[in-house]
Nanobody, 131 residues
Framework: QVQLVESGGGSVQAGGSLRLSCKVSGYTNTRGSMAWFRQVPGKAREGVAG???????KYGPSMKGRFTISLDTANNILYLQMNDLQPEDTAMYYCAADQEAVVRAFGNSGLTTAAPLFGHWGQGTQVTVSS
């Protein structure tokens, strides 16, 4: 059984930092299969960052330069380092796993469009940024 468990969310002031973690179990090949998304109530899920099989990262437009995605394959933990957080980054953050979805996201579809293709999701961790 695949399980993705996020942690590390919290409340910070604008300009602050947080590091999210996603512990993956039951999924045999995390390399090239992982991504982060976020969602605000009433809005569609938005792609934040993904990693392809060669470790190349892809970021949403407003995250590039502030967020860094990384994967500890030895321990099956996906990370998202978020710096210079702004109030508009307030959302529930989810990690997701699906190798085919990552391939599509790095192709023509992009992360946000590929979101429905991901077969495995965590329960989410809330990030709240105050001004």
């Amino acid at each position: 059984q695949v399980q993705l468990v996020e942690s590390g969310g919290g409340s910070v002031q604008a300009g602050g930092s947080l590091r999210l973690s996603c512990k993956v179990s039951g999924y045999t090949n995390t390399r090239g299969s992982m991504a982060w998304f976020r969602q605000v109530p009433g809005k569609a899920r938005e792609g934040v960052a993904g990693l392809d099989s060669e470790g190349i990262a892809k970021y949403g437009p407003s995250m590039k330069g502030r967020f860094t995605i990384s994967l500890d394959t030895a321990n099956n933990i996906l990370y998202l380092q978020m710096n210079d957080l702004q109030p508009e980054d307030t959302a529930m953050y989810y990690c997701a796993a699906d190798q085919e979805a990552v391939v599509r996201a790095f192709g023509n579809s992009g992360l946000t469009t590929a979101a429905p293709l991901f077969g495995h999701w965590g329960q989410g961790t809330q990030v709240t940024v105050s001004s």
